[in-house]
């Protein structure tokens, strides 16, 4: 089983058009020996070291390089994996988190990774 966070929106889906509760996977401050498959909303905090904790930076640590953006002002711009509870449809996005606050929820499209968009085979 994979460890990572999960993030909580209600947004309007792009394949179904309905406005959807919807479940996106991100592993930003989330490692073997934290509490992960936390569910967490926009504007929540994430817990995690002290800044000055010597272990601080290993919050990116399960974080896949192809999958991580770090903007100039130290916005951590993650892609997120995720799914439309009304179509269950199989989704990406991308979550903004600057300091450990989740700050958004973006650029919500199918994902194409998944043969004919319906999930895993």
């Known amino acids: 089983m994979g460890i990572y966070n999960i993030i909580r929106s209600e ?11 919807m479940y996106f996977q991100f592993k930003t401050a989330c490692s ?16 995690w070291l002290s800044p ?14 192809a999958d991580l953006e770090i903007a100039s002002d130290g916005t951590i711009i993650e892609h997120a994996y995720g799914e439309c509870i009304s179509c269950k449809k199989e989704l990406r996005g991308k979550v903004a988190i600057k300091d450990l606050k ?7 499209e199918p994902n194409p990774d998944w043969p004919d968009n319906n999930g895993p085979l």
């Open 32 to 47: 073997s020996s934290a509490a992960c498959l936390t569910v967490f909303s926009v504007g929540d905090t994430m817990p």
């Open 102 to 108: 989740i700050l958004s929820l973006t650029s919500i």
């Open 52 to 65: 000055s904790h010597k272990f601080y930076s290993t919050m990116l640590d399960l974080v896949d390089d």
């Open 11 to 21: 947004e309007d889906c792009p394949c179904c058009k309905k406005k959807s509760e």
